[in-house]
């Protein structure tokens, strides 16, 4: 079952230069309890999308100029900001982001902001209700012995030591590994049914990045969550996603159940990013030519000046879906087979 | 395979503590260990890679070679001198042999200069060069970089990560150096970027016969590029030998699951691999015997109590464990099925 289709969205961001075409006529679905992996560089919209699914867009310079994101069968982009925040924002959809550091306020206990977001979850689960205010919202202190003992079961979840004293630390007292730890369960204490991961390993030691990944992993299946994990590196990608979808400048590419992605990459594009990864066989190559700007980006396919596989088509036209194999899917006009 | 003559760094028990003063009075308390006795050597046109957790003193290490801190014990020798505990000038004319090319080179250009006068700052300092040969200079670095003429009116917001690290090497090589450190070379780039990195730090070690010290928790990295291999923990060094035998049959229980731990397509998944528990200890207060115990998988009494130091296993292979020899494959298996 899926709980996330997203069709033919196109992002803009507008800037001086013009409109940057972030996110073009991008199809993709994740399924219920499903860690599909968007894997990509820098710049090639894999944040945009994030960002769009949470509606989090900034507003000045971010533009949904067409398709439709349909969470659990409603449209979000057809909600208003009011109903986004009471239901989806934070609730149905939470963000694990990229550094835990600077997404912690510095001047709160963790206790707090982990009592601020199981608050929030009641008081708007009440406005459902008939609109009052909880009554028992004014005992929802930090202190309050209920409260206390969620934080504190959250925390011993994700393998906190002594969680009845880490609560009342501030966060530059933890461990990078703990801080991030800590974003888990405060991301997965709502109980969302999609939980966006923003690179939540990248500022991690690979061991710490391990244990992290490997506590990811179990506590999203035991919750039945769907994970939509951003990441750049195929490694941590390859460990713990069911599904990985790439992407480049803006565009899909390739889309394909884990096994099925690193056994027969089909597109030029991945296949280059694979040849890439430091392998110790031997010397490493390298993807010819750099990323193209998205104002104005090449026409057809974004990566045809870069593919050593590229046919007069590909200049023209953007290349069809293809399902190659059970649930692989590739747009290329001349993938490998 | 190497002479000693083609020695070209060498530490010998080098030291570096860290003061903790107490809040009140500042009187001393305690010391951070941040180096504790290390020893190695590196070879001319070598490329020594120093792995280990954030923390674990690399940092702190390749400072006191450069000679920005100075070791509280120990030597520091580069090309037969002692460089270590030497005047600040001297040092300031050594470190145009020795160059630290820092983790972000975004942050470490000044972003009010262009790319020319930030090429041209270390010729000023440290040569006499007249302005033409200062400009042929430039030029042929920045083309040795991989970049072009027009870049040169162009300030560093500019241009991208991978063009910024360009840019950090274009301005060290300007000096001529031997022995470059490099911290974290590609932490934060795009696998495709940091596989043209790579490639040019390959080319340019031949073309400028190069020696490099690479710091980096990256271990896929080290493997492809480093001839030697250094693991340290929590200020030590456990495990040190050449890259080949250190990744194809490391013998500390640490080494061990820090290769286990490199996210890598086609490795064993999940359950099959071994993760490390717990966070490393404290600087501050380092247990008695083997610092890595409270997380070591094979711990025994004797850890506990005894300080491991480093024993030679093989040739060019040394380990600082106690039990290096009951973990061969058969314990790690078990150990593996039981997890």
Redesign the interface.
């Given at each position: 079952m899926r709980i996330l289709d997203i069709e033919g969205l196109t992002v803009f961001y507008h800037t001086d230069q013009g409109a940057v075409e972030a996110l073009d006529e991008v199809n993709f679905s994740i399924g219920k309890g499903e860690i599909v992996g968007l894997v990509g560089e820098s710049g090639c919209g894999k944040s945009t999308m994030g960002k769009t699914i949470a509606r989090v867009l900034p507003e000045s310079t971010g533009e949904i100029v067409s398709g439709s994101i349909s969470f659990q069968g409603e449209d979000l982009l057809k909600l208003s900001e009011k109903e986004i925040n009471r239901r989806v924002r934070g609730r149905a959809i939470t963000i694990i982001p990229q550094d835990p550091f600077v997404s912690f306020n510095p001047v709160f206990t963790i206790g707090t902001q982990f009592s601020d977001i199981l608050k929030y979850k009641l008081v708007a689960g009440n406005r459902k209700n008939g609109g009052r205010k909880n009554p028992l919202q004014k005992l929802m202190h930090p202190s309050s012995k209920e409260l206390k003992k969620q934080i504190i079961q959250m925390l011993n979840r994700v393998q906190i030591p002594s969680p009845e004293k880490q609560m009342y630390k501030y966060p530059h007292e933890l461990s990078g590994g703990q801080r991030q730890r800590v974003m888990i369960a405060m991301a997965l204490a709502p109980q969302p049914s999609l939980v966006i991961a923003d690179e939540p390993t990248t500022a991690l030691d690979v061991t710490i990045g391990a244990q992290v990944l490997e506590l990811l992993k179990d506590l999203t299946k035991q919750f039945q969550t769907s994970v939509l994990f951003i990441t750049h590196d195929l490694g941590v990608a390859y460990d713990i996603c069911d599904r990985i979808t790439v992407m480049y400048a803006g565009q899909i590419m390739e889309s394909a159940p884990t096994d099925s992605f690193f056994k027969n990459p089909c597109h030029p594009y991945t296949r280059g990013l694979l040849d890439s990864l430091p392998n110790p066989q031997g010397k490493i190559q390298t993807i010819q030519g750099d990323i193209p700007s998205l104002i104005n980006p090449p026409k057809g396919c974004r990566f045809h000046p870069r593919c050593p596989r590229r046919v007069d088509e590909c200049t023209e036209q953007r290349p069809e879906l293809k399902e190659l194999f059970a649930n692989h899917i590739v747009h290329c006009f001349k993938p490998f087979l | 395979m190497f002479r000693v003559d083609d020695l070209i760094l060498s530490l010998d028990n080098v030291k570096k503590y860290f003061p903790i003063k107490s809040r009140f009075l500042k009187r001393r308390i305690g010391w951070i260990k941040a180096v504790d006795g290390i020893s190695f050597n590196v070879f001319r046109e070598g490329v020594m890679g120093l792995v280990g957790?954030?923390g674990c003193g690399k940092t702190t290490l390749a400072k006191t070679i450069m000679g920005m801190h100075q070791p509280d014990e120990g030597k520091v020798i580069f090309k037969q001198g002692v460089i270590s505990k030497i005047h600040p000038e001297e040092a300031r004319k050594l470190r145009r042999q020795i160059q630290y090319v820092y983790q972000d080179s975004g942050a470490s250009l000044d972003p009010w200069w262009t790319i020319e006068r930030l090429l041209r700052e270390p010729l000023v300092i440290h040569t006499h060069l007249s302005d033409s040969e200062m400009d042929e200079k430039v030029l042929a670095i920045l083309e040795a970089v991989g970049m072009s003429e027009e870049h040169l009116n162009c300030y560093p917001h500019e241009f991208?990560?991978g063009q910024l690290r360009r840019l950090g090497l274009a301005r060290i090589l300007t000096l001529n150096p031997e022995l470059i450190i490099f911290d974290e070379p590609t932490a934060?780039l795009?696998?495709?970027?940091?596989?043209?990195i790579?490639?040019l730090l390959e080319n340019l070690k031949e073309a400028f016969r190069l020696t490099y010290i690479i710091i980096s928790?990256?271990?896929?990295?080290i493997?492809?590029i480093c001839h030697h291999t250094a693991v340290m923990y929590l200020g030590k060094i456990v495990e040190i030998g050449t890259t080949q035998r250190i990744?194809e049959d490391p013998k500390h229980p640490y080494t061990r699951?820090?290769i286990d731990?490199?996210?890598?397509?086609?490795?064993d998944?999940?359950n099959q691999?071994l993760?490390?528990q717990g966070?490393p200890p404290s600087l501050e207060n380092i247990p008695p015997g083997c610092r890595f115990q409270n997380r070591c998988p094979f711990r025994k009494e004797r850890c506990e109590k005894e300080e491991p130091f480093l024993k030679e296993v093989a040739q060019d292979h040394m380990v600082s464990c106690h039990q290096w020899i009951q973990h061969q494959n058969q314990a790690w298996q078990t150990l593996r099925l039981v997890r």
């Amino acid at each position: 079952m899926r709980i996330l289709d997203i069709e033919g969205l196109t992002v803009f961001y507008h800037t001086d230069q013009g409109a940057v075409e972030a996110l073009d006529e991008v199809n993709f679905s994740i399924g219920k309890g499903e860690i599909v992996g968007l894997v990509g560089e820098s710049g090639c919209g894999k944040s945009t999308m994030g960002k769009t699914i949470a509606r989090v867009l900034p507003e000045s310079t971010g533009e949904i100029v067409s398709g439709s994101i349909s969470f659990q069968g409603e449209d979000l982009l057809k909600l208003s900001e009011k109903e986004i925040n009471r239901r989806v924002r934070g609730r149905a959809i939470t963000i694990i982001p990229q550094d835990p550091f600077v997404s912690f306020n510095p001047v709160f206990t963790i206790g707090t902001q982990f009592s601020d977001i199981l608050k929030y979850k009641l008081v708007a689960g009440n406005r459902k209700n008939g609109g009052r205010k909880n009554p028992l919202q004014k005992l929802m202190h930090p202190s309050s012995k209920e409260l206390k003992k969620q934080i504190i079961q959250m925390l011993n979840r994700v393998q906190i030591p002594s969680p009845e004293k880490q609560m009342y630390k501030y966060p530059h007292e933890l461990s990078g590994g703990q801080r991030q730890r800590v974003m888990i369960a405060m991301a997965l204490a709502p109980q969302p049914s999609l939980v966006i991961a923003d690179e939540p390993t990248t500022a991690l030691d690979v061991t710490i990045g391990a244990q992290v990944l490997e506590l990811l992993k179990d506590l999203t299946k035991q919750f039945q969550t769907s994970v939509l994990f951003i990441t750049h590196d195929l490694g941590v990608a390859y460990d713990i996603c069911d599904r990985i979808t790439v992407m480049y400048a803006g565009q899909i590419m390739e889309s394909a159940p884990t096994d099925s992605f690193f056994k027969n990459p089909c597109h030029p594009y991945t296949r280059g990013l694979l040849d890439s990864l430091p392998n110790p066989q031997g010397k490493i190559q390298t993807i010819q030519g750099d990323i193209p700007s998205l104002i104005n980006p090449p026409k057809g396919c974004r990566f045809h000046p870069r593919c050593p596989r590229r046919v007069d088509e590909c200049t023209e036209q953007r290349p069809e879906l293809k399902e190659l194999f059970a649930n692989h899917i590739v747009h290329c006009f001349k993938p490998f087979l | 395979m190497f002479r000693v003559d083609d020695l070209i760094l060498s530490l010998d028990n080098v030291k570096k503590y860290f003061p903790i003063k107490s809040r009140f009075l500042k009187r001393r308390i305690g010391w951070i260990k941040a180096v504790d006795g290390i020893s190695f050597n590196v070879f001319r046109e070598g490329v020594m890679g120093l792995v280990g957790e954030s923390g674990c003193g690399k940092t702190t290490l390749a400072k006191t070679i450069m000679g920005m801190h100075q070791p509280d014990e120990g030597k520091v020798i580069f090309k037969q001198g002692v460089i270590s505990k030497i005047h600040p000038e001297e040092a300031r004319k050594l470190r145009r042999q020795i160059q630290y090319v820092y983790q972000d080179s975004g942050a470490s250009l000044d972003p009010w200069w262009t790319i020319e006068r930030l090429l041209r700052e270390p010729l000023v300092i440290h040569t006499h060069l007249s302005d033409s040969e200062m400009d042929e200079k430039v030029l042929a670095i920045l083309e040795a970089v991989g970049m072009s003429e027009e870049h040169l009116n162009c300030y560093p917001h500019e241009f991208s990560g991978g063009q910024l690290r360009r840019l950090g090497l274009a301005r060290i090589l300007t000096l001529n150096p031997e022995l470059i450190i490099f911290d974290e070379p590609t932490a934060g780039l795009d696998v495709s970027v940091q596989a043209k990195i790579l490639e040019l730090l390959e080319n340019l070690k031949e073309a400028f016969r190069l020696t490099y010290i690479i710091i980096s928790h990256n271990l896929s990295l080290i493997r492809i590029i480093c001839h030697h291999t250094a693991v340290m923990y929590l200020g030590k060094i456990v495990e040190i030998g050449t890259t080949q035998r250190i990744f194809e049959d490391p013998k500390h229980p640490y080494t061990r699951i820090l290769i286990d731990s490199i996210p890598e397509p086609g490795r064993d998944r999940g359950n099959q691999r071994l993760l490390l528990q717990g966070e490393p200890p404290s600087l501050e207060n380092i247990p008695p015997g083997c610092r890595f115990q409270n997380r070591c998988p094979f711990r025994k009494e004797r850890c506990e109590k005894e300080e491991p130091f480093l024993k030679e296993v093989a040739q060019d292979h040394m380990v600082s464990c106690h039990q290096w020899i009951q973990h061969q494959n058969q314990a790690w298996q078990t150990l593996r099925l039981v997890r």
